[in-house]
């Protein structure tokens, strides 16, 4: 089976950093994503991780540890438009259907 | 990048009544889309994966009947959704890849669906 932990929701102050943390469990791995939703919008591709370590592209980065099942998005110097629903992703065994988890809320205050 | 568009953005209908969402990729050919549903402040869904050409295949739960996927060419696939009913309402996204790659998803506009 496949199954996606994620915190339902997140409140940090603009310009900040925060740190939004998935864990995976999947009977075969095929990379990690996340996506970026605004309510009443389909999501947006943030990254995806196939490999361990740490990527950075811009305010955005994503971690994956593989041996952990365990993932993290961090978005640095935040603002208040990064508020929305950030949604970690797996593709199932085969890389065919892509399973979503719950989603994280993250609400930024000024 | 890649273009999905979804058609209409937004429906509202009666009860008992059948709509239908077009989900169209517009610079590239996807043999397979997948449809979701997410409802308020949930996840999406997989409800079924549109093949090109062939039956559409369900996720557990979701009725085949009820949810009709016709995935007639290469671009085009579309969802209707039969005597809909109240707790039809949500919001339906369709979503494809590149042929051949499993990465990153291009997914349409979405569909917001109220059924009175």
């Known amino acids: 089976g496949q199954n996606i932990d994620q915190p339902t929701e997140m409140t940090a102050t603009e310009g900040a950093i925060v740190q939004i943390n998935c864990t995976y469990q999947?009977?075969?791995?095929?990379?990690l994503f996340w996506y970026q939703q605004h309510a009443g919008e389909a999501p947006t591709f943030l990254s995806y991780?196939?490999?361990?370590g740490l990527e950075e592209k811009g305010r955005f980065s994503s971690f994956l540890s593989r041996s952990k099942g365990y993932s993290y998005l961090l978005l640095k110097e935040l603002q208040m438009k990064d508020s929305a629903s950030y949604l970690c992703?797996?593709?199932?065994?085969?890389?065919?259907?892509?399973?979503f988890g719950a989603g994280t809320r993250l609400f930024v205050k000024a | 990048g890649a273009v999905v568009s979804q058609h209409p953005s937004w429906v509202i209908c009666k009860s008992g009544t059948s709509v239908k969402i077009e989900c169209r990729s517009l610079?590239?050919?996807?043999?397979?889309m997948f449809w979701y549903r997410q409802f308020p402040k949930q996840s999406l869904m997989l409800m079924a994966t549109?093949?090109?050409?062939?039956?559409?295949?369900?996720e557990q739960g979701v009725e085949k009947d009820k949810f009709l996927i016709n995935h007639a060419s290469l671009t085009l696939s579309t969802l209707t959704v039969t005597s809909a009913h109240p707790e039809d309402s949500s919001f339906y996204i369709c979503?494809?890849?590149?042929?051949?790659?499993?990465?990153?998803?291009?997914f349409g506009s979405g569909t917001q669906l109220s059924v009175l």
């Open positions: 549109s093949n090109e050409g062939s039956k559409a295949t369900y």
């Open positions: 999947t009977s075969g791995f095929n990379g």
């Open positions: 979503s494809a890849h590149i042929t051949g790659t499993n990465e990153k998803l291009f």
């Open positions: 610079d590239f050919q996807a043999t397979t």
């Open positions: 992703a797996a593709p199932n065994t085969g890389g065919f259907k892509t399973i």
């Open positions: 991780n196939v490999l361990d």
